[in-house]
């Protein structure tokens, strides 16, 4: 089972362009989420989706968009990358509400530079 | 707002040996989770163990046990006989059934088990 799947792996990118963060997942979860990773620190969550056609918004939504057209995918976009959005980006899903752990799954990460 | 706080930025300890990793939390739900998550150099997320608020029993996956002391606000990760894989970053994490079931997570402890 490939799970969660993430692409690309790493990127460096100019600031200024726009990219996309690929995710698919198999599980057919239907909650979605978006995290970074800054160097030396923990997940912040950036974007959510709890059911397909739905997103909200996390601790640090500013300078990304998401969408979710159905269960198996989330992008995650940036319009105009900036340097302070080098991070490395995780995606993850959960069976929420499962009644249970609700844990969440997560990709490998994306690692983005941006110069 | 939730807020999870890890004291220890990095701790050693020998193999074999049983290491306590903290972790406190701050949150004025009454219902809501508690995670430990692993992330070896290779940077994946592994999830390891959950609590949940209303679990009477502290949890218990294989090695790994939670100590959970709510009156105290603690879900202190404890690794019983330390292995050289054990060696890796980790991270405690909170949802709230108020907040579906968005992660916060605290800054992490990097372990290092010494042969």
């Known amino acids: 089972t490939a799970g969660i799947t993430q692409a690309p792996t790493s990127q460096i990118l100019a600031a200024g362009r726009s990219m996309t963060l690929r995710c698919t997942q198999d599980?057919?979860?239907?909650?979605m989420y978006w995290y970074r990773q800054d160097l030396g620190l923990g997940l912040r969550l950036i974007h959510y989706?709890?059911?397909?056609?739905?997103?909200g918004k996390g601790e640090v939504p500013d300078g990304y968009s998401v969408s979710r057209a159905n269960t198996d995918d989330f992008p995650l976009t940036l319009a105009s990358a900036v340097p302070s959005q080098t991070s490395v980006y995780f995606c993850?899903?959960?069976?929420?509400?499962?009644?249970?752990?609700?844990?969440?799954?997560f990709g490998p990460g994306t690692r983005l530079t941006v110069l | 707002a939730q807020k999870i706080t890890q004291t220890q930025p990095g701790m050693f300890v020998q193999e074999k040996e049983a290491v306590t990793l903290d972790c406190t939390y701050d949150?004025?739900?009454?219902?809501?989770?508690l995670f430990w998550y692993k992330q070896p150099s290779s940077g994946e997320m592994i999830f390891l163990i959950y609590q949940g608020s209303y679990d009477e029993q502290n949890a218990t996956e294989g090695r790994y046990s939670l100590n959970f002391q709510k009156a105290r606000k603690s879900a202190n990760l404890v690794i019983s006989a330390s292995q050289l894989g054990d060696s890796a970053m980790y991270f405690c994490a909170m949802n709230s059934n108020n907040a579906g079931n968005m992660l916060t997570f605290g800054g992490g402890t990097r372990l290092m088990v010494k042969p």
């Open positions: 993850a899903s959960s069976d929420f509400p499962s009644g249970g752990a609700d844990e969440q799954f």
């Open positions: 949150t004025s739900d009454q219902s809501y989770g």
């Open positions: 599980m057919r979860h239907n909650a």
């Open positions: 989706s709890n059911t397909a056609g739905t997103t």
